[in-house]
């Protein structure tokens, strides 16, 4: 089998890093090998933001990504960056709220989620990231959402536990979009 | 049974370094290693440790010296830039011959440079840095399990042959988190430290910490004893992974994160039916010379690959002294070697030594 | 017969290296009675200089370190943070205090590390043969001042003791001379107070003495103890600069 290799990408301050943490403390649940490599310097408050993040059944080779087989974009530079990244057959999910280009590739699955809007909608900007990961969590089966779910609350201080059964009914939401 | 965490390299060394009996921390704060002092800081004071935030990277090594000197377990952090600034310390810990423990999560240089990883001070680490005829023990981690398990050995190493030990990462292995599992307990080794001054309370000579021998003949002894103790260190210390070596046509040596690298490509590489295998050197001092002898024979070449402009090759060059060819490919200044730029590379040998 | 006189205890029975006439000897010999007198030996701690006194580890009797030029506050702080019942002390020139430890000084202050700073002031370098120190009065001849200190290329001197006394880190910083007898006993009280700040833990306690280089200023050490006197003072004055009401 081989690994999810799933990049995310966009501006700093969408959630973009704890996303990829969520998944990798997600994949560890599943005794799968897991790794979150962060961008990180000055582009975390407000710049471009990044991260790669692998979870195998096996031993990972290197953690810095040159190519991915998933690919979750929040803006449009990140598009423009990261989309020749993408292996073929893999998948770019995008937040179509902020992501105004076309993806332009055709040997892959694109799906657009105005995920911002969805969000906005229910109240809490903040749950955009989780729309886009219940897709990801759908297309590549990478964790279960059950242990997604773990992830929440061994990651979110308790203070906001109590937001963890509206952010799952999110990823649902996001899998079934 | 152990506990199962996912970490980030940084902090997983500083809680390494708590589990090896490390009370003491010293440092200034500089991208991309700061987790390390930010868990210290909060950790330490709780279980009746020190934090310092020292004025500057000198003040932070001085301050090492004065605690290692007490015969305490102490430890302090730094990237490139500050690692240099430290060089003075380093070099009076070395004369003193006092255990203590640095890390240095390499970033781009010279000069203040980046903050993306690099792996261009191999020299400085390695080869002195600081002035004197002196060695560290320089430990090289790939993977957040190993900067877990290298601290708490460098903590032991310290101790066991009065030297500091620097732990040699880069700003991936930093900032990527990986699952580490924590031992129930951690081996701590205890040595003699009768030398320490910690007061002699009227119970025996006065002991003193120098780095002075104004005599040279007596400096040449003091240097002569050093020397005994890097080699003993060389005979005992070697440590190295050799993976997929046994019918290697190449054979790569790398360390840390381009080590990782090297693993995807052997994979890829045996999707095309080139069979590379990796030397990956774990102590960088002493370099594992024993390494290459084992595996001399096997492939048509080497290929070192390095975060620089070829630092470790050097020592791959001395080691094979000219009995198999050796090549050089890198990247600098924060950028990352990729599996292309390797295969590339692996390609242009291939075809020279068909 | 009745011992009227004898070497403190706290000191080696070794002879000096220092030049004759120079005031490091009376300077060794007040820490040593202090510690004597307050029985801290077996538990303190000293931290040698780079500068004349760069091997007073052979000469004091309790524990010492040697350390780099000008960072002997920062070790001082490495040791006291390990062993905090100990007691421990710098001993510093104002090359290696005033200039490349300036910074490693003011901190210790800053933080007010509970450490003992002895800090002799002879306004010259005098290990690497009389050049210009921070403490370099105006119109001073040095090696590297040749035709006197002139403050348009050389700057003006530091005065440690009113510098670090804007701080609030300090529990006790007093001035004192060597220049003759009664000064003498004042900077053997006042060394003593130091220890006493620090073994009372209250924090940075450091006393500045007024010392001669009757080698580097080409003077014969009567003429030396004059030039502190009427030279120095007048520009360093004596007296307590933070702690005059502290009682330990």
């Not at chain 2, 780095?211 to 040279?216: A, E």
Request: with cysteine; hydrophobic share 40%; glycine share 10%.
């Amino acid at each position: 089998m081989f690994p999810n290799e799933i990049i995310i990408a966009g501006f700093g301050g969408q959630g973009i890093l704890s996303a990829g943490r969520l998944l990798a403390y997600a994949g560890m649940l599943e005794d799968k090998q897991v790794s979150f490599l962060p961008s990180y310097g000055p582009e975390m408050r407000g710049g471009t933001a990044n991260c790669m993040v692998v979870i195998s059944e096996r031993e990972i080779a290197s953690p810095v990504l040159n190519s991915c087989n998933a690919l979750i974009v929040m803006n449009n530079p990140s598009l423009e960056k990261f989309e020749s990244w993408v292996k073929p057959n893999g998948i770019i999910i995008t937040d179509s709220s902020l992501v105004h280009k076309k993806v332009k590739r055709t040997d892959i699955k694109v799906f657009e989620i105005p995920a911002t809007h969805l969000a906005s909608e229910r109240g809490n900007k903040t749950y955009s990231n989780i729309y886009l990961l219940g897709k990801l969590i759908k297309e590549t089966g990478c964790v279960k959402p059950e242990n997604f779910e773990k992830a929440l609350y061994g990651i979110l201080p308790e203070k906001r536990h109590s937001m963890i059964p509206e952010e799952m009914e999110v990823l649902k939401a996001g899998m079934e979009y | 049974m152990g506990q199962k965490l996912l970490m980030k390299g940084n902090e997983v060394i500083a809680e390494a370094a708590i589990r090896a009996g490390c009370r003491h921390y010293f440092g200034y704060p500089i991208t991309p290693q700061t987790e390390i002092m930010h868990y210290m800081a909060k950790k330490l004071p709780k279980i009746g440790g020190v934090f310092v935030q020292a004025e500057s990277e000198v003040a932070a090594i001085n301050m090492v010296y004065g605690a290692a000197s007490t015969g305490k377990r102490v430890l302090t952090s730094s990237s490139s830039p500050g690692i240099s600034l430290k060089q003075e310390g380093i070099s009076y810990i070395a004369g003193a011959q006092l255990p203590a423990v640095v890390v240095n999560i390499m970033r781009g240089g010279p000069g203040l440079g980046g903050i993306q990883p690099s792996q261009s001070d191999y020299f400085q680490a390695t080869k002195g840095g600081g002035h004197g005829d002196y060695h560290m023990v320089v430990l090289a981690p790939a993977s957040i399990q190993e900067m877990y398990e290298l601290t708490v050995d460098a903590f032991n190493i310290s101790d066991r042959y009065r030297i500091m030990t620097m732990i040699l990462g880069d700003g991936v292995l930093g900032q990527m988190m990986e699952v580490v599992n924590f031992r129930d307990e951690e081996i701590i080794e205890h040595y003699d430290k009768s030398w320490a001054t910690t007061g002699h309370g009227n119970k025996r000579e006065h002991n003193m910490i120098t780095s002075i021998h104004l005599d040279p003949a007596v400096l040449e002894q003091w240097n002569i004893g050093l020397q005994n103790k890097y080699k003993l260190i060389s005979e005992k210390e070697q440590r190295y992974e050799l993976y997929n070596c046994e019918d290697a046509e190449i054979i790569l040596v790398a360390y840390g994160t381009v080590s990782r690298i090297c693993k995807g490509v052997i994979k890829e590489a045996a999707e095309q039916g080139i069979r590379l295998g990796l030397i990956r050197p774990i102590t960088l001092f002493p370099f594992p010379v024993d390494a290459i002898e084992k595996v001399i024979d096997i492939p048509k070449a080497f290929l070192t690959v390095e975060m620089s402009s070829g630092q470790m090759v050097d020592d791959v060059r001395l080691t094979i002294n000219g009995r198999k060819p050796v090549y050089f490919t890198g990247r600098m200044g924060g950028m990352i070697p990729t599996v292309n730029n390797i295969m590339t590379k692996v390609m242009e040998i291939k075809e020279k030594h068909r | 017969m009745a011992i009227v006189f004898k070497a403190p205890n706290a000191l080696c029975d070794v002879p000096l290296h220092y030049c004759p006439g120079c005031t490091h000897g009376i300077a060794h010999r007040l820490v040593a009675e202090a510690i004597d007198e307050l029985d801290i030996e077996g538990k303190t701690i000293g931290i040698s200089p780079v500068g004349c006194a760069y091997n007073n580890y052979l000469y004091f009797n309790c524990d010492m370190i040697q350390a780099a030029h000008g960072r002997a506050p920062a070790v001082a702080t490495g040791v006291k943070r390990s062993l905090p019942d100990n007691i421990v002390f710098t001993y510093q020139g104002d090359g290696d205090l005033a200039a490349i430890g300036t910074a490693e000084i003011i901190h210790a202050a800053a933080r007010s590390e509970n450490i003992t700073v002895i800090f002799i002031n002879n306004t010259i370098y005098g290990m690497t043969s009389g050049q210009m120190a921070p403490t370099t009065l105006l119109g001073q001849i040095t090696t590297t001042t040749p035709y006197g200190r002139d403050a348009k290329y050389n700057g003006f001197p530091i005065r440690v003791c009113e510098m670090l006394a804007t701080l609030e880190g300090p529990a006790y910083i007093e001035r004192v001379s060597l220049h003759d007898i009664k000064n003498i006993r004042k900077a053997k009280a006042a060394v003593k107070k130091a220890f006493k700040v620090q073994m009372a833990g209250k924090g940075f306690s450091l006393v500045e003495i007024l010392s001669t280089c009757p080698t580097n200023w080409g003077l014969s050490p009567v003429e030396a103890m004059k030039r502190v006197e009427n030279e120095m003072i007048p520009h360093y004055p004596l007296g307590v600069f933070v702690g005059a009401d502290l009682e330990v």
